[in-house]
């Protein structure tokens, strides 16, 4: 039993991460139906971020995450300026290439500036560990998942309450029908764009204070698994982000904790495709008839 | 026999064997040298992975992220072929023969539950399979799990230039007749199709299947032809490489395919020399070249001699 | 003798009803017309009856070869195997194909010739891909889109859109042909060739044609008999001067708006 | 107007690639096969994973061999060295093996890793360019499918089998270990190896493998694997793979109470280890190398002096190993007194070299004879090195 609670401990601390990756991708497709595969090379470049601002300018741990969210929000918005707008109209596949080219220019870009290998990113909080009867908990594990939360809760309210939050969910369903109602389409997007690309850089540097390892590739996988874990959730809707990350967290965690770490990928790419076939706009998501 | 002896076939099969007898040439001259020469390899295999998924992608109308995994089936059934039991070119030809059946049977099964999926849905799961594929390919013993294998050369490029004759003709001969039409209009609007008298799904399935088949042609040729196979050179990121192969050339394009597979080979060559911007200026040139020619190359148009007849009398007629 | 009856069909969409308890009895050559305001359910009854949606209740059977079966919970694709086809009311052609193509896909179900020889091209191939060619440009020339055959069927103006879509539905060759609002978008001169044409091809292929149409005079001058469709329910059938002085009806019209 | 706005956007991309480009460090991107400047220079190859997924050790090998090219031509050597990159990618270094068969070096260091390297040593060995490897340990890498050596390559690192043998039997009669917990690198040929001679010589000594379980190359998350070994009754933990993991692997064990012995391999060898893992969580850590700094020879101190003046960073194993396959290929060029093929090749065969990774020659398989060393890391810092030799049959 306790065991299993350390195992859920740590499933939760990565499927954090997971989930705010997979927010990002789920609002950007929400809003313009491009699976944007460049966003896990944005978190990618949030670890780094927070990497200079804590080693060069040397500061603490919440600066280094607001300047990281700031930066990542700067480069997602002119990312989507540059290479995505004009795109607006393309197929998909179309779009998600260029998503590609985005993601390879970011990739060997940083690879180019920063060097091809690891990085050690400074510990910049204390960790220290918490003793819950037979359970330990680190106070970076506590820190990752307030963080987490918070943001959620915060994109909850924006997405929900706000007027801009209304605009996004308008474009979201109709951007032609969002024109027609006076919303700024573009400005509505490029704020989409911002908001997914700052929570990704937060992910970084959350990140790279967990694992205090950074590298130019580090986005590839959680990239691909914050898409299953959106997919997962039914993509388009966050709360089913959330969702999805913590359960792959978790999945991957009881697999590699309970049988092998050989198969945890396996196992989660598995459970994605059945859960697709059952249901087929994922957990959370409607299943729209196509209208004839 | 008379109706294949087409005015326009003749040229394509004029073409072929004038292509083929050039390389020789080039190569027996020398001016083509084993750099070239394998470049051209690597050209060829290119092409049949691009037009295998441009059948599915582009024809069908379905997006897979999940090629490698098919890719991986045929280079590992040719690499254990050529290991384990029969070597040379027979075993490349056995091997061949053992991924086209593998890969047949695994697309069936990731098909049928898969395929129902539309668009991106489709898209993650196929990806999904392919990755499957891949992990177990490595955690099994006879593959020699992440150390892959080490194989000698079994492959030149004469037969891999005919694996590329015989796999366009197979697509191309597939997409014009009937069955490829079918499968055209699942692309172009599915229920329309459905009420039309195309079981869809049956359609949908054929070209998966067939195009898997195809694809692991191109990993045993390479198996027998690259001297290594590694699971970890078939993951998803090999699925997009080809991806953007079809879609460079143009979706539904055979030409395109071709077009797109030998330039991107081509400009990573010259590239090489610069080599520490390469991936950058090959990130760029994508989306550079996405945001002017959205469709592509050459969009769904395809290179014929008809085509071409057409267009030199338009120009005639214009300088006239 | 009836080629399509239907008994209580009902179809919902979470806790609406888009079609309930409809009952049909169509008999071989009949013109049906089906009509009803905005939203009576008529799209989604032709689609229960092709198959695109599956009733949750009722039956349909279909007259196969002298004996009745029940096509409900059956695919598209097989029903239109069993002599049904259709045209859409948002034209649904294969807009990057040629118009022949469209027709010679339409006519896929008659094809022998199996994937392996296709790729092999066997003469058998060539026979049939000539066969196909052939009877594409036949039914073309009936719709008078036989001089169109090359070009791409989205390049095609609207009416003759249309007319495509009928010669492929024809391709399939079927015995019940539904039409979804087929003169919906022409001018009156070209609703006037409509009218002929759909006159000429119920003869000539001895068909059953059941059309959803908007413009009443159509509906009037050539169908035989007419059935109401209000809020997914049957309001009234009959021939059209009864339709015409049916109370229901005249409410059902007035009540969506009064200016009809 | 759309066009030119597209246009606009395109040039300001190149224009961000062109600064990118520029920004970087310049000296990694020498055009390759240049033109020989004077008739007699000796065009020497380097063929590395510069980019892509292994890039690190690629770059590390790169600046090892630079440095030995460097040093040679400052002695009076006239030397020019010719750069591949294979962006971590088989079939790329193929096509790079070809080319420089095309491009008449006299010798070839690299790739970095077994499977680039089995790539390629068929078509190098078709063409007969030597090539000395510095780290391709993959067992029988240096045979060729039907199991004949090739002749013209070689490798200076010890073979993966001899290394995993020689760490078992340390962890059985020094540290007097016999139940172990192995957590491999499932990505590489490498840690496969390891593993394999590992177990079979624990075994043979009486030791228990307790579990085996495996991570793959770009993990960060070790947390899952490791709770599950902490309820196990083991006494050693054997971590065969690199640094980039293992560093992690070491911290996050520390910090979950893991405090038994750690063992590894040569992959540990490397300043990043120390800075991933944390000074104070290596203790009690011991691996195996051909390569230490304890009580460093002169010959390595100025290796190291050098190489921190030029690149100001300290060397890794595999900049240290690329820099004896280099030093070793000059060497043998320079008694050979021509770059003729044959000639080459057989004073290399016939060497007798003094490195800083080691004093070796070649066995029949043209791997090195070198001891193994076994180091033991006191708050990150090596410790101690003692040699070991397995009792293998």
């Known amino acids: 039993m306790t065991q299993f609670l350390q195992q859920m401990i740590n499933g939760l601390s990565l499927g954090s991460i997971y989930a705010l990756v997979a927010l990002g991708y789920t609002m950007v497709y929400g809003i313009i139906k491009l699976i944007n595969f460049a966003h896990g090379d944005i978190y990618m470049l949030g670890a780094y971020i927070g990497f200079i601002v804590t080693t060069k300018l040397g500061l603490g741990f919440f600066p280094a995450l607001v300047i990281s969210m700031a930066g990542c929000a700067l480069i997602g918005v002119t990312i989507e300026r540059i290479a995505y707008k004009p795109l607006r109209n393309a197929t998909r596949i179309t779009a998600l290439i260029t998503a590609i080219g985005v993601s390879y220019f970011l990739e060997a870009g940083t690879q180019r500036v920063m060097g091809a290998g690891v990085q050690t990113f400074p510990n910049v909080l204390a960790n220290e560990t918490i003793m819950f009867g037979d359970v330990r908990i680190s106070t970076q594990q506590i820190v990752i998942f307030s963080v987490t939360i918070v943001l959620m809760v915060a994109l909850t309210f924006l997405v929900n309450k706000t007027k801009v939050g209304r605009a996004m969910r308008a474009v979201s369903v109709d951007p032609d029908a969002a024109r027609l109602m006076g919303v700024n389409v573009d400005a509505t997007i490029s704020f989409t764009f911002a908001i997914g690309s700052a929570l990704a850089g937060a992910a970084g540097v959350l990140v790279g204070l967990y694992y205090n390892s950074i590298n130019p590739l580090m986005g590839m996988l959680p990239g691909i698994k914050a898409f299953i874990a959106a997919v997962f959730g039914g993509i388009g809707i966050i709360p089913g982000a959330m969702l999805g990350g913590f359960f792959i967290g978790v999945v991957e965690t009881l697999v590699a904790g309970y049988w092998s770490s050989l198969w945890k990928d396996a196992v989660v790419y598995l459970i994605l495709i059945v859960i697709l076939i059952v249901k087929p706009a994922g957990l959370l998501g409607k299943n729209v008839k196509e209208k004839v | 026999m008379k109706n294949w002896m087409k005015k326009e076939n003749l040229l394509w099969l004029g073409l072929i064997v004038l292509s083929y007898a050039v390389l020789n040439i080039l190569i027996s001259a020398g001016i083509i040298n084993n750099v070239y020469k394998t470049v051209l390899m690597t050209i060829g295999i290119n092409i049949i992975l691009a037009i295998s998924l441009n059948l599915i992608i582009g024809i069908t109308g379905q997006f897979s992220l999940g090629h490698a995994g098919f890719m991986i089936i045929g280079a590992y059934s040719c690499g254990v072929m050529l290991k384990s039991f029969v070597s040379g070119v027979p075993g490349v030809f056995l091997g061949i023969i053992a991924g086209m059946v593998i890969s047949a049977f695994v697309a069936l099964v990731v098909a049928i539950p898969t395929l129902r999926l539309r668009g991106d849905y489709l898209a993650i799961a196929t990806l999904g399979f392919g990755e499957i594929i891949r992990i177990v390919i490595l955690n099994m013993k006879i593959t020699n799990g992440a150390a892959g294998l080490i194989l000698p050369k079994a492959v030149s490029w004469h037969m891999i230039f005919w694996a590329v004759v015989i796999c366009t003709i197979v697509v191309v001969n597939f997409g014009r007749s009937a069955h490829g039409r079918a499968c055209i209009s699942v692309r172009e609007d599915e229920i329309a199709a459905e009420a039309m008298g195309i079981n869809t799904t049956q359609y949908k399935i054929l070209a998966f299947v067939l195009g898997a088949m195809i694809a692991s042609v191109a990993g045993a040729l390479y198996a027998g032809a690259f001297y290594v196979i590694k699971p970890d050179m078939f993951t998803y990121s090999k699925s997009i490489d080809i991806l953007v192969l079809v879609v460079f050339g143009g979706m539904g394009s055979i030409t395109g395919s071709f077009i797109s597979s030998t330039l991107v080979s081509l400009l990573n060559t010259v590239l090489q020399q610069f080599s520490s911007v390469r991936m950058i200026v090959y990130g760029l040139a994508l989306v550079v070249i996405m945001v002017f020619r959205p469709s592509g190359l050459l969009g769904r148009k395809e290179l014929t001699f008809s085509g071409l007849l057409k267009v030199l009398k338009k120009g005639k007629g214009a300088a006239q | ?260 | 107007m759309k066009t030119m706005k597209k246009a606009f956007m395109s040039a300001l991309a190149i224009m961000m690639a062109a600064s990118l480009a520029a920004c970087g460090d310049s000296s990694s991107d020498t055009p390759s096969g240049s033109d020989n400047s004077g008739s007699n220079t000796v065009k020497i190859g380097l063929h590395f994973e510069l980019t892509g997924e292994v890039a690190d050790y690629g770059n590390a090998e790169l600046k090892g061999a630079k440095l030995a090219i460097k040093q040679a031509n400052e002695a009076g050597g006239n030397y020019e060295e010719v750069i591949y990159d294979n962006k971590s990618d088989t079939t790329e270094a193929v096509t790079l093996a070809a080319q420089l068969a095309n491009d008449g070096v006299a010798g070839v260091v690299g790739p970095a890793t077994s499977g680039s390297s089995a790539a390629t040593y068929q078509i190098k060995n078709d063409a007969k360019v030597t090539v000395i490897s510095p780290s391709a340990t993959q067992i029988g890498v240096t045979l060729d499918p039907s199991g004949n050596v090739y002749n013209y390559v070689f490798r200076i690192c010890f073979e993966d089998s001899y290394q995993g043998a020689a760490m078992a039997q340390y962890a059985v009669d020094t540290l007097a270990k016999g139940k172990v917990i192995i957590y491999a690198d499932n990505s590489s040929d490498y840690a496969k190896g390891l593993t394999e001679a590992f177990t079979e010589q624990f075994k043979k000594l009486g030791g228990t493998i307790v579990a085996t379980d495996y991570y793959s190359k770009g993990d960060t998350d070790f947390n899952s694997v490791l709770t599950k070994f902490k309820d196990m009754d083991y006494d050693v933990l054997y971590i065969p793979g690199y640094y980039n993991e293992a560093g992690l692997i070491i911290k996050q064990a520390r910090e979950m109470g893991i405090d038994c012995e750690i063992i590894g391999s040569d992959g540990f060898d490397s300043e990043s280890l120390i800075d991933l893992a944390g000074a104070s969580n290596l203790n009690k850590v011991y691996y195996t190398t051909a390569y230490t700094t304890v009580g460093a020879s002169d010959a390595l101190q100025a290796f190291i002096d050098a190489y921190k003046a030029e690149y100001n960073e300290e060397p890794s194993m595999f900049s240290a190993l690329a820099y004896d396959s280099t030093n070793l290929l000059i060497q043998a060029i320079e008694k050979a007194g021509s770059t003729d093929s044959d000639a080459v090749r057989s004073a290399v065969e016939n060497i007798e070299f003094d490195g800083v990774t080691g004093s070796f020659s070649f066995d029949e398989t043209h791997t090195p004879i070198k001891s193994v060393l076994v180091v033991t890391l006191v708050d990150g810092v090596q410790g101690d090195a003692v040699a070991v030799s397995p009792d293998v049959d």
């Open chain 3, 1 to 260: 003798m009836s080629v399509l009856k239907v008994t209580g069909l009902t179809k919902n969409f979470g806790g609406l009803s888009a079609v309930s308890n409809v009952n049909m009895e169509i008999e071989q050559g009949e013109l049906i017309g089906l009509i009803g305001p905005n939203g009576a359910g008529k799209t989604t009854l032709f689609n229960l009856l092709t198959g695109v949606y599956e009733p949750s209740e009722g039956t349909i059977e279909l007259n196969v070869d002298g004996k009745m079966i029940s096509i409900e919970g059956k695919k598209p694709y097989v029903i239109s195997t069993l002599g049904v086809s259709r045209t859409f009311q948002n034209i649904r052609l294969f807009k990057e194909l040629t118009v022949l193509d469209n027709v010679r896909i339409g006519m896929h179900q008659s094809v022998k010739t199996s994937v392996i020889g296709s790729i092999l091209r066997t003469p058998g191939f060539y026979r049939e891909e000539k066969m196909l060619e052939e009877k594409a440009y036949e039914l073309l020339k009936i719709v008078h889109l036989d001089e169109h055959a090359e070009d791409l069927a989205k390049n095609l103006p609207y009416g003759k859109q249309r007319r495509l879509e009928i010669a492929r539905a024809l391709a399939t060759n079927p015995k019940i042909l539904f039409l979804d609002e087929p003169a919906a978008g022409m001018n009156p001169q070209e609703t006037a060739e409509l009218t002929e044409l759909i006159h000429e091809l119920k003869e000539h292929f001895h068909l059953t044609i059941i059309l959803i149409e908007h413009d009443m005079s159509l509906v009037m001058s050539i169908c035989e008999r007419i059935y109401v469709l209000d809020y997914g329910r049957l309001i009234a059938k009959g021939n059209p001067q009864q339709i015409k002085s049916n109370k229901r009806v005249i409410e059902a019209y007035l009540g969506e708006d009064a200016s009809c």
